[in-house]
């Protein structure tokens, strides 16, 4: 548990944008008119991973990520309009409806951990339910705690044009970045000569 919070630490600056690390970029396909799926290697964390991204126009987005290193599936959520403060975790209801009046598909509770008022990560996302779900959704909504506001994302047909392009990016590039590392600095020679 203690490791996959470390990596989902580390993703989180990879995916939201460490301006330090190096990003290699193998995957880009627009899936519908909200959604677009990326493919993106991380070498200073070590981490590769399939995400779908929608982005609000109020600068809102959410990622939904599928790692190629150990297969793990999260999200990274965030809101401009939540003011999240308190406890560092907390548990919110991911519902998914197929448009139609009281069009409930499914629903489930996740843990999340939040990494500012305005950004929240949902780890260990079962992947075979969690697809199940998103397929069919012609939207979905994130009912949080409290009194932070939920937040719902649309598709323009279903979550499955978007779960395709992140099938084709998965099985393109998962044998190559199975095994991927962070890079490592390689000593300078003054310093090897005075070791």
């Given at each position: 548990m203690k490791m996959r919070l470390v990596i989902a630490l580390l993703l989180s600056a990879f995916c939201i944008g460490d301006l330090n690390a190096e990003e290699l970029s193998?995957?880009?396909k627009e899936?519908?008119?909200w959604w677009t799926?990326?493919?993106?290697?991380d070498t200073e964390t070590g981490q590769?991973?399939?995400?779908?991204?929608a982005n609000k126009k109020d600068g809102s987005f959410i990622q939904i990520h599928r790692s190629l290193v150990n297969g793990e599936v999260w999200a990274i959520v965030h809101d401009t309009e939540w003011e999240i403060q308190g406890?560092?975790?907390?548990?919110l209801r991911w519902n998914f409806?197929?448009?139609v009046k009281s069009?409930?598909?499914?629903?489930?509770?996740?843990d999340y951990d939040i990494k500012d008022k305005n950004t929240i990560l949902i780890l260990q996302i079962e992947p075979k339910q969690f697809s199940e779900a998103l397929w069919n959704a012609r939207y979905f909504t994130l009912v949080m705690p409290g009194n932070v506001p939920?937040?719902?994302?649309?598709f323009e047909s279903k979550g499955g044009s978007m779960l395709t392009s992140l099938a084709e990016c998965v099985k393109q590039n998962e044998k190559k970045y199975k095994n991927f590392k962070p890079s490592l600095e390689k000593v300078p020679d003054a310093v090897k000569e005075q070791l």
């Open positions: 193998f995957y880009e899936t519908d008119n799926v990326f493919g993106g290697a590769a991973t399939c995400y779908g991204r406890p560092d975790r907390g548990s409806f197929n448009g069009g409930l598909i499914a629903g489930a509770t996740f939920n937040l719902s994302l649309s």
